[in-house]
């Protein structure tokens, strides 16, 4: 054995034994004066105290990584970066794992504030970029791609660098921002023009430009936006030189010269175009001409020359469609109504129906409108299609009357066109809430078209349950499970939804039976599993609740591949912090909100509830103020949203800026806690007389609904304020 490891062994020994035995028997240390607890001279602020949290969030991160839980590590990364959201080695921490565990949406926000990956790795920002344009944030997706070109940027530009700005400038065109668009456009010519000086390999090129006519026209029509008439000539151009087409030339002239300021040579361009037989660019031509028009100072012809135009192309449904749309936009109903007609009869869309519910609406002709309604139904099978215009038809008594009276005189019909009335008077008095007329409807539609059941009674459902007739809408969702039609998915649909009637109409257990039915036909469903947590919790059966709810996160927490689980889960969490704050167990619930802001960090609600809760308990308030201003400012019109940020404010003592909040509060939503609120920060406002009142208010509305306790709390502070 070496010296050294003599030594290593010799202190070894004295730390194991000879320490211990001395620490036992010594006597405590004597010092000459009494030792003092250390009291900082400032207290740190609240930004100080977050950057410290950030850094035991970032500790506690690196350790789950080191364990291999990487999951875990993602939310810590995710919450270091909310108390401290310039800390770049934490954002990079997440935009590497939310790659690894397949979580692209974790990745976003991260993505956006790395700086410093902007000198380094190009990858991951684009791959964030193409996820972005695929959710169709492009903004965000251009703001990512920006910032891969500043990575190991090229001159000349590479092939790597001319694909991000192929990339870019379509992005920018999406946003209409052509100047910026038309510049990286630009580039990509250069490049497209001399591929070896830019290293552009054949395979590339030819995947760049794709349908080559088609691209150079979108290149042409961008730079033409941006007011680069030469640069757009030349792309049109190379569009002819690739697939020549006399009317795409024509309509092409006509546009460059519209954009020169010669606007009669441009007609005369278009009509060009027009004359052109096989011409076929779409809506752009028409709308090309409606400008044209207008800047001329002649938009009283618009409509003369679209009818001239429909005689020459009778079938250009797309024309069609514009006409019949500025006759109806006109009032010229005798015109719109007969187009619409036949090109819904050809090429139907939501649209046509629409507009033909609308025109005879406008005329008082309610047999026009049930025949619609049957064609729909025939066609759809419901009346979804029809959208607004069908609240027109609701809140039209004779309309309503008219259609069930159709729908009641085909009940003993056989073809289908009667089939259709019958189903679409039950649906209409279903939205009508004519309940009692729909029950007949409903019976013989589904008789005559049983194949057509299981939409009816789930519609038929809804609507019941809509309308608090929650018994009558577990017999109709009970009726389509037991159906022997009915599959297995369909019947735990039905069950799902019989669960949350049986339950809303007092029946707890067999609401209980039908959501654990639910489980039992699809396991593997987040959503069916929180009916069960829910009616627990809707029972106020809180243990049992908590534990149901506990149990849906342990088991579908990682199923994040799928968004019914995640949207579950996240509403779990937001469950499970209500009833923690209902049991006074704050931590526990500040917990489950950090948990859903690490994965949602702009999730309104979380927000929103955090800094009330934060507000509540007067700790954190510049950062629960903060949270509640987004929260406000996603949904300025949510009363809940407004309350918090006024009791944030009023906590951090802006009596004045709190008052004009909750009054905002009051009128969105007049919940006694709001009024309660506002008559606090009334008081302190120096507004004696309308905080008593207020509180009065409250407190009226408290013992209304039967809550007394809560009501002699406000009459206390009535009372000790006079």
Not at 277 to 295: C, V
């Amino acid at each position: 054995m070496t010296d050294r490891s003599l030594l290593r062994v010799s202190l070894w020994l004295a730390a194991v034994l000879i320490v211990p035995a001395v620490l036992r028997s010594a006597e405590p240390p004597q010092f000459d004066e009494p030792l003092e607890v250390f009291q900082p001279r400032q207290a740190a602020s609240e930004a100080e105290q977050d950057r410290a949290q950030a850094l035991v969030y970032y500790g506690m991160a690196r350790e789950a990584e080191g364990r291999n839980e990487f999951q875990q590590a993602l939310r810590w990364y995710q919450r270091t970066l909310r108390y401290d959201p310039s800390c770049e080695p934490a954002a990079r921490s997440v935009l590497r794992l939310a790659l690894r565990l397949k979580r692209p949406d974790w990745a976003i926000d991260a993505a956006l504030k790395i700086s410093e990956c902007k000198k380094n790795d190009r990858l991951p920002l684009r791959y964030m970029a193409i996820y972005l344009s695929q959710q169709g944030r492009w903004k965000d997706a251009i703001e990512l791609y920006e910032g891969c070109l500043g990575v190991r940027p090229h001159d000349p530009a590479v092939e790597e660098d001319v694909q991000l700005m192929m990339e870019m400038a379509r992005l920018c065109y999406l946003v209409e921002d052509n100047q910026k668009a038309a510049a990286y456009f630009k580039e990509v010519l250069k490049a497209l023009e001399a591929p070896r000086e830019h290293h552009l390999s054949p395979k590339v090129r030819r995947e760049l430009l794709g349908n080559e006519a088609e691209t150079y026209q979108s290149i042409g029509n961008c730079l033409l936006a941006a007011g680069d008439v030469e640069a757009a000539k030349s792309a049109f151009q190379k569009a002819e030189e690739a697939s020549p087409d006399v009317a795409r030339v024509a309509f092409n002239a006509a546009a460059v010269e519209k954009h020169s300021g010669r606007l009669e040579e441009a007609l005369r361009k278009l009509d060009s175009y027009f004359d052109t037989p096989g011409g076929n660019l779409g809506i752009a031509p028409y709308a090309l001409l409606e400008e044209i028009l207008n800047q001329l100072g002649r938009g009283d012809e618009l409509l003369t020359r679209l009818a001239a135009l429909r005689d020459k192309r009778p079938n250009d449904d797309k024309l069609g469609y514009l006409l019949a749309e500025k006759w109806f936009e006109a009032e010229q109903y005798d015109r719109a109504a007969p187009l619409y007609t036949a090109l819904s009869s050809k090429t139907p869309t939501s649209t046509a129906y629409q507009r033909l519910v609308e025109i005879a609406m406008a005329r008082a002709d309610y047999e026009k409108v049930a025949d619609v309604l049957s064609t729909v139904v025939e066609k759809t099978g419901s009346l979804d299609a029809l959208d607004e215009g069908l609240d027109r038809v609701v809140a039209s008594d004779d309309a309503v009357e008219s259609v069930l009276a159709r729908g009641e005189k085909a009940t003993k019909g056989t073809t289908k066109k009667e089939q259709s009335s019958v189903q679409a008077a039950a649906l209409l008095a279903l939205r009508a809430e004519r309940f009692d007329a729909a029950k007949p409807l409903v019976n013989t539609a589904i008789a005559a078209m049983p194949d057509r059941a299981q939409n009816l009674l789930l519609t038929w459902g809804l609507d019941l349950l809509d309308a608090d007739r929650f018994k009558e809408a577990a017999d109709a969702f009970r009726r389509g499970a037991e159906r022997e039609d009915t599959g297995k998915e369909l019947s735990a649909v039905f069950q799902y939804y019989l669960a949350a009637a049986l339950e809303l109409d007092g029946q707890t257990e067999a609401a209980l039976e039908a959501a654990r039915k639910t489980v039992e036909l699809q396991e593997d469903s987040a959503p069916f599993h929180a009916r069960v947590a829910w009616v627990l919790f809707h029972a106020d059966r809180k243990a049992e609740s908590l534990a149901a709810y506990r149990d849906l996160i342990d088991r579908f927490d990682d199923d994040y591949e799928s968004e019914q689980s995640c949207v579950a889960v996240r509403q779990a969490r937001m469950v499970l912090s209500s009833l923690c704050v209902s049991e006074d167990r704050v931590k526990e619930a500040v917990e489950w909100l950090e948990q859903v802001l690490d994965e949602y960090p702009e999730n309104p609600g979380a927000l929103n509830d955090l800094g009330y809760l934060w507000a509540d308990e007067n700790q954190h308030l510049d950062r629960a103020y903060r949270m509640v201003q987004q929260a406000v400012e996603s949904d300025p019109e949510n009363g809940a949203y407004r309350d918090s940020l006024g009791w944030v404010l009023y906590r951090r003592g802006q009596f004045d800026e709190a008052v004009s909040e909750l009054e905002k509060a009051v009128e969105l939503e007049p919940d006694p806690v709001v009024l309660d609120h506002l008559g606090d920060a009334y008081w302190k406002a120096n507004q004696q007389e309308k905080a008593r009142a207020t509180w009065d208010r409250a407190a009226a509305e408290l013992e209304a609904n039967g809550e007394y306790d809560d009501a002699a709390e406000i009459r206390e502070k009535i009372t000790g304020a006079k």
